[in-house]
């Protein structure tokens, strides 16, 4: 049933969205609102165990009833919008984000629109692993493992356009530090250069790490980062500030085999 689901997953166009909720679920609102019908069919079997997924068909131009209804009983949400549907007059995102802040916004690529809205006072935080001055965030990390192979799944967030190309490093390191395996490449397998990201670009980036045969079993750190032409890697900090050294990201602990 897990490998099904996952093959259902990749063949979806918006799979990447999914995988980027799937990753923030425990630490981000609980609320999603899909604002077109076909997302919903497509999205709702993946998350609704982790989200309170609810439908507002933009046809409909969102009713001032519901929207009242979000913006007084939920303080935070997810809105996942169609097409040109969150700037389009009337609109169900235009009338939601009248009713409240929008904390992030997020481009996934395909056509549609991602935003994290605050509709309280309370201060809501985007997820954030890690973020550069150039603008790249690390939103969001997960690991998937498979017989030999540990695929790291990264989540590019582009706050700016960063108009330089990185290399993306993933590295699985022992807990004293030492080096078992990595896998080095451009995002997304070279179809997501650094370079060509908007403002706001979500990007979802998979790398394949081929285990040694002889791994010894325990507790291993997946870092991960990205370095530019020159081999130079580019610095990234923590929520609070603090630099990660040699720009390595920690992004996740996992007990293998």
Do not use: C
Request: charged share 15%; glycine share 10%.
């Amino acid at each position: 049933a897990t490998e099904y689901r996952a093959a259902q997953l990749a063949k979806l166009s918006d799979g990447g969205i999914i995988s980027f909720l799937q990753s923030v679920g425990e630490t981000s609102p609980q609320e999603l609102i899909v604002t077109n019908p076909d997302d919903y069919q497509k999205i709702y079997s993946f998350l609704h165990r982790q989200f309170r997924v609810k439908l507002v068909d933009h046809q409909s131009f969102l009713p001032e009833d519901f929207a009242q209804h979000v913006a007084t009983s939920v303080p935070a949400a997810w809105v996942l919008t169609a097409e040109n549907d969150s700037t389009g007059e009337g609109s169900a995102g235009r009338k939601l984000a009248t009713r409240g802040r929008i904390v992030a916004e997020y481009l996934p690529g395909q056509g549609g629109r991602l935003l994290l809205m605050n509709f309280s006072g309370a201060t809501i935080a985007p997820p954030v692993l890690a973020s550069a001055e150039n603008g790249i965030e690390l939103a969001a990390a997960a690991v998937k493992k498979e017989s030999g192979t540990l695929t790291a799944q990264l989540f590019w967030h582009a706050t700016a356009p960063p108009g330089t190309n990185f290399t993306v490093f993933t590295q699985l390191l022992s807990a004293d530090g030492q080096y078992f395996a990595g896998h080095d490449g451009p995002p997304a397998n070279g179809g997501n250069a650094t370079a060509g990201w908007d403002e706001n670009a979500l990007v979802f980036d998979p790398h394949a790490i081929e285990l040694p045969a002889d791994l010894p079993p325990g507790d291993y750190r997946l870092v991960v980062g990205m370095y530019d032409a020159s081999g130079t890697r580019l610095p990234f900090f923590a929520p609070d500030g603090t630099p990660f050294a040699d720009g390595a990201i920690p992004a996740q602990t996992i007990h293998l085999p």
